[in-house]
């Protein structure tokens, strides 16, 4: 316990020691560059110092003292006006002497023009603000000033410091620059031009022995346009190939001399410039002569393209004529028409020609224009000079504004003429117009029309529609079908032809109330070019011909007359329907034969059914009629043009119902068609039968509607009669069976099994794997058995019966169809039977698997595991009492 509290005793000890060594790490530091620091005698130094980790206020104050032996005289201070001595008090009134601060922390000892006896020892202080000293409070740097040993000047043997070149033309300029230094300098020199009140870096070479372009300057330094060369006497000449409008200014010689310091870095001491030439550069201009030009075809096009140049020298130029169709478009994209390379070869032209006309002009001569030549026409010329070894440079090249040239077209004067040989008075009557040209002027051999035909819909009133292409021809005469008339000219029921040279014409074959409106032609004349195409010169259009006939209301009355008044069950049915038409051309027409029965049929939506129909090509179709023991029992035959006989042989109870005639009106359409013109209906006719006969209820039973799987169902379908009775003989009955797998009947019903009244039995189609049968077992009773239920068989189950009854002529008649209720059938599972051969196949396995463990068990204890253990015999003695012994 001693120990350890004397161990808890020495940790503040020890916690203080470390906060005190952490104290005296972190103090005040006072920074001056590295020295000795080198400047040349005569320029401006600028001593920086800078103070961190401190305490007090964020701006510092710094005192300066300067040293030449041991003992440092006061310079100047940031807070202490008084600090300066008395030697340097009139250079830092002057202001040769200054403090200059950067930041708070930091200032800058300024002296203009350092000389010899400001060499020595500088020494920086920041009086302190911290609570407590540590640190370092002052440094010292080392300056020493050197003389100026920097020469610079301009080359001697250049007399003029004016140069004039043209564009295209190279120049040289040199400098000279020398040291004296003392100590080891390097020298950096820069080439520089001065377009405006700035200069700019043309091409230097630094004090490390690199060269550097200036911006703008990069790729002409890599194509060696603009190169700076060393030579003897200390000389950098600087080239420039290639001279743009860019060159032009005046250019001076840069030189800086660079020392390296103490920590390694390269300092710049002094700079000096020299103004070396002015340069001026003779822009080379390409014009074309004239302006915006308009002439007319066949005419010839004369173009001039002029370079200005105060070039003296021998030189060639270059020339390439352009045409593009808009101003904006490239080199690239532009079209060469004909060019002349420097050794005044032209390229091979048939309509162009190009001439020197004196030293700076170059003429374009375009013989027989035409239209497709107007556009936009430009020249680029280069500037070629000879080389002393006899090759010839390119030095410039310039292109020329685009001028516009508009060809005028020589349009020929002709007028057009439509009419309507042929007009409709009824609909699907034919229709002509022939549109002709007229009072043709100024046409050429080389002059073609075609012509394109337009449709207007005329509506109540001055209103119209946009016109609407019917179709067109082009330069070869080729047909273009219209939107509008495409599919009725590829069917030929619109034909268009050229009858003679000057007259076309538009036949309609079958003309349709669609087509009533103005029809106007538009006549093309067509101009062959040079290269034997074909160019649209003119449109003239024709007055409008309106095409209309007056039309009347179609009209259609149709009366059904019943042949026999009264008739019984087993009679045929007739009745004839008689059809009178007005303002129809020739009209034919087809009959349907249509029934209204009491109880709506499920073929028929709205409850009526489509027995027979009669085209208006006297074709008989069957429609709805679905009685197959029946099939010849309906006919239905053209008495006369306007008259029809229906006739239902055999006629069952069934048949009741409201029947009519259905009429349709065609008329001749186009191309051997009917067209549909109007529809009627006749009067109904009625089937009622009156009869005393029995009345037939049907109803579904069964014992036990909730069964379990695998067990059989019996379903009973019970008919009851009531009134007459008849004898089983004379009765028959349409069995079918439904199921709708639903508790509330909302899904479509499953035909499960049907027996006709000839005893033929057919089952639907189901997933299940149940079997299904179906008997009669009285002559009112069916039964229907799902033998070895499963659970898909649930749901409503009901029967729908059709009674047949012979009367006492012996023809059998159909009954209405009778549905009964349904009753609901419930499969349960029986838990017990589903669990009961799974429950002792598991126990029979676990007993096996059990027995088979005990078996291995015992054979691996009895032979693989035995061991004999030798038990060391033990002697047994009684311990004796310690008095005993």
């Known amino acids: 316990m001693g120990h350890r509290g004397e161990r808890a005793s020495c940790l ?64 100047v201070s940031t807070w202490d006006s008084t600090f300066t001595s008395e030697e340097y008090q009139k250079r830092v009134g002057r202001g040769d002497i200054k403090l200059r601060r950067s930041s708070n922390d930091a200032v800058e000892l300024v002296i203009r023009n350092i000389q010899p006896a400001d060499q020595g020892r500088y020494k920086c202080s920041t009086p302190s603000t911290d609570a407590t000293v540590q640190g370092n409070y002052d440094a010292e740097v080392q300056v020493k000033v050197i003389s100026d040993g920097l020469s610079v000047s301009g080359s001697k043997a250049r007399s003029s410091t004016s140069l004039r070149l043209s564009e295209g033309d190279s120049f040289k ?8 230094s003392p100590e080891h300098t390097h020298l950096h020199v820069t080439w520089q031009v001065r377009s405006g009140s700035s200069w700019r870096d043309v091409l230097s070479l630094t004090h490390e022995g690199k060269f550097q372009p200036g911006p703008g300057y990069e790729e002409r ?82 173009l001039t393209c002029n370079i200005t140049t105060d070039r003296s020298g021998i030189f060639q130029a270059e020339v390439m004529w352009y045409f593009s169709a808009s101003p904006d478009d490239t080199l690239s994209d532009a079209q060469l028409l004909l060019s002349m390379d420097h050794d005044s070869v032209v390229s091979d032209s048939t309509l162009i020609s190009l001439s020197h006309v004196d030293r700076n002009s170059y003429r374009l001569l375009v013989r027989d224009v035409d239209v ?97 292409l019917l179709a067109s021809m082009d330069a070869d005469w080729a047909l273009l079908p219209g939107d509008r008339a495409r599919e009725r000219i590829q069917n030929g029921e619109i034909i268009l032809s050229k009858k003679s040279a000057d007259t076309f014409s538009l036949r309609i074959q079958w003309t349709s109330e669609s087509d009533r409106g103005d029809y106007f032609c538009v006549i093309s004349a067509w101009s062959r070019h ?18 209309f006939w007056a039309t009347q209301d179609y009209t259609l009355t149709v009366e059904a007359v019943k042949l026999k008044p009264f008739f019984v069950a087993g009679h045929t049915f007739e009745m004839t329907c008689k059809v009178s038409s007005k303002n129809i051309k020739t009209p034919r ?49 053209k008495v006369q ?126 997933n299940g794997s149940s079997e299904l049968s179906l008997e009669r077992i009285s002559p009112l009773e069916f039964r229907l058995r799902v033998h070895g239920c499963e659970d898909q068989d649930f749901g409503n189950h009901y029967c729908l019966v059709t009674p047949w009854v012979r009367s006492a002529t012996g023809v059998w008649q159909r009954e209405p169809d009778i549905r009964a209720k349904p ?63």
């Open 12 to 75: 503040p000890l020890l916690l203080l020691l470390v906060l005190l060594l952490l104290a005296l790490c972190r103090g005040r530091i006072v920074r001056v560059p590295p020295g000795p620091l080198i400047r040349v005698v005569g320029t401006e130094v600028a001593i920086p110092c800078s103070v961190s980790d401190y305490d007090g206020p964020s701006e510092q104050n710094f005192d300066w003292e300067f040293s030449r032996d041991t003992d440092f005289v006061r310079i």
């Open 372 to 468: 497709e030549d107007s556009g936009y026409y430009f020249c680029e010329a280069a500037i070629w000079v000879p080389l002393h070894n006899g090759s010839w440079h390119k030095v410039v090249e310039r292109t020329s504004a685009p001028v516009s040239v508009v060809v005028t077209a020589l349009e020929p004067d002709y007028d057009v003429f439509l009419n309507a040989s042929k007009t409709p008075k009824f609909s699907d009557d034919p229709t002509e117009l022939n549109c002709r040209i007229t009072n043709v002027q100024d046409t050429e051999a080389n002059i073609r029309f075609s012509v394109s035909w337009y449709y207007r819909q005329r509506l109540p009133g001055d209103d119209t529609e946009p016109e609407e």
């Open 221 to 302: 330094y890599r194509s060696g346009d603009v190169r700076l060369d060393t030579g003897a006497n200390d000389t950098y000449r600087l080239s420039v190939s290639q001279a743009s409008s860019a060159d032009g200014g005046a250019y001076r010689c840069l030189v800086s001399e660079w020392v390296r310091g103490a920590d390694g870095s390269w300092q710049k001491i002094q700079e000096k410039s020299v103004e070396i030439a002015t340069v001026s550069i003779q822009r080379t201009d390409v014009v074309i002569s004239t302006s915006n030009v308009s002439v007319t075809e066949r005419d010839s096009l004369d």
């Open 530 to 547: 040079r290269n034997n195409s074909w160019v649209k010169s003119k449109d003239v259009a024709s007055a409008s011909v309106n095409i």
């Open 641 to 766: 043009e306007n008259e029809f006989r229906y006739r239902m042989y055999q006629t069952q109870i069934s048949d009741a119902g409201l029947y009519r005639c259905v009429v349709t009106a065609w008329s001749p359409g186009g191309g051997g068609m009917w067209r549909e013109a109007v529809n009627g209906l006749s009067n109904p006719i009625q089937i009622d039968f009156q009869t005393s006969g029995p009345v037939f209820n049907v109803s579904v039973h069964s014992d036990n509607p909730t069964i379990y799987q695998g067990e059989v169902a019996d379903l009973l379908c019970i008919v009851t009669m009531e009134g007459m009775p008849l004898e089983p003989d004379d009765m028959s009955f349409d069995v079918s069976w439904f199921a709708v797998r639903s508790f509330a009947l909302d899904r479509e019903p499953i035909l499960l099994a049907s027996l006709d009244r000839r005893g033929i039995v057919s089952q639907g189609r189901r």
């Open 173 to 180: 300029l040199r400098c000279s620059a020398t040291t004296a």
């Open 589 to 637: 027409y087809s009959v349907l034969i249509t029934a209204e029965k009491p109880l709506a049929d499920q073929s028929s939506p709205n409850g009526t059914t489509r027995i027979i129909s009669l085209s208006q090509d006297s074709v008989v179709r069957l429609e709805d009629w679905t009685d197959q023991t029946r099939v010849d029992g309906v006919v239905l035959e």
């Open 823 to 885: 009753i609901f059938l419930s499969v349960k599972m029986d838990v017990l039977n589903a669990f009961k051969y799974p429950l002792l196949i598991g126990i029979g396995l676990a007993t096996a698997i059990g027995l088979l463990s005990c078996l291995i068990g015992y054979c691996s204890s009895r032979w693989c595991c035995k061991k004999e253990v030798q038990e060391t015999r033990r002697e047994r003695r009684r311990l004796m009492s310690m008095e005993m012994d």
